[in-house]
């Protein structure tokens, strides 16, 4: 009930291209869902976050898509650059007292130039 | 704005001894968190603290301590290292409201040899 599931553990893209990285969840008392980036050598850095009242929020170069029916959610990198070569991972809390960041297993993204 | 400060780096203890890791939080963040990072478990949630009190707790031995102080400063202990905690530390400070999610320190480098 715990386990938040990420896909794939490792993407290559060309400069340019979109990443796009995949996570799934069981506990449908998550209602708090980050993406987090890390370098070697770094803590996880918030890039952005979604709540389950919408389906869509960007910033930047960045997307998440939420699908609450399905329990998926995803990160859509746009315009892929090799600065963005970094460790992605996903993550789900529940509001509340009881909040802690369940995390994805995470993907290793390398960006070629 | 200072970012969360873990002290110290790194750190080599040998199987046996106990460790003492210290974590200072963003100024005005009264919550803190400790995850586990390794490379076949990922990160793993050790414990919460929220105003002196552990608000929340991971599934680790008890062996894994921790403690926070009036100032929101917090510290773990671990005591009679296995070869298995080594790892990397991590300590993340949110915001009383926990809007603006979760901020991690670059994390403490633990070696048990």
């Known amino acids: 009930q715990q386990q938040v599931k990420q896909s794939p553990q490792s993407l290559i893209v060309q400069k340019g291209g979109i990443s796009i990285i995949n996570c799934a969840y069981e506990n449908t008392a998550f209602d708090y869902f980050p993406w987090y980036q890390q370098f070697p050598g770094k803590g996880p850095a918030l890039l952005i976050a979604?709540?389950?009242?919408?389906s869509e929020k960007k910033e930047g170069r960045f997307t998440i898509s939420f699908n609450k029916s399905a329990k998926q959610f995803s990160l859509h990198i746009m315009d892929s650059q090799p600065g963005d070569s970094a460790t992605y991972f996903c993550?789900?809390?529940?509001?509340?007292?009881?909040?802690?960041?369940?995390f994805g297993s995470g993907t290793q993204l390398t960006v070629l130039p | 704005k200072a970012g969360v400060t873990q002290t110290p780096r790194y750190l080599i203890k040998t199987r046996g001894q106990q460790v003492t890791l210290s974590c200072s939080p963003i100024?005005?963040?009264?919550?803190v968190s400790w995850y586990q990072q390794t490379p076949g478990q990922g990160l793993q949630f050790l414990f919460e603290?929220?105003?002196?009190?552990?608000?929340n707790k991971g599934n680790f031995p008890g062996r894994f301590s921790g403690r926070q102080f009036s100032n929101s400063r917090s510290e773990m202990n671990v005591s009679t290292l296995e070869l298995g905690d080594s790892a990397l530390y991590l300590c993340?400070?949110?915001?009383?409201?926990?809007?603006?999610?979760?901020?991690f320190g670059s994390g403490t480098r633990l070696t048990v040899v």
């Open positions: 993340a400070s949110s915001s009383p409201d926990g809007l603006s999610g979760y901020t």
């Open positions: 979604i709540r389950p009242d919408v």
């Open positions: 993550a789900a809390s529940r509001s509340g007292s009881a909040r802690q960041l369940t």
């Open positions: 100024s005005g963040h009264r919550s």
């Open positions: 603290y929220f105003s002196e009190t552990q608000r």
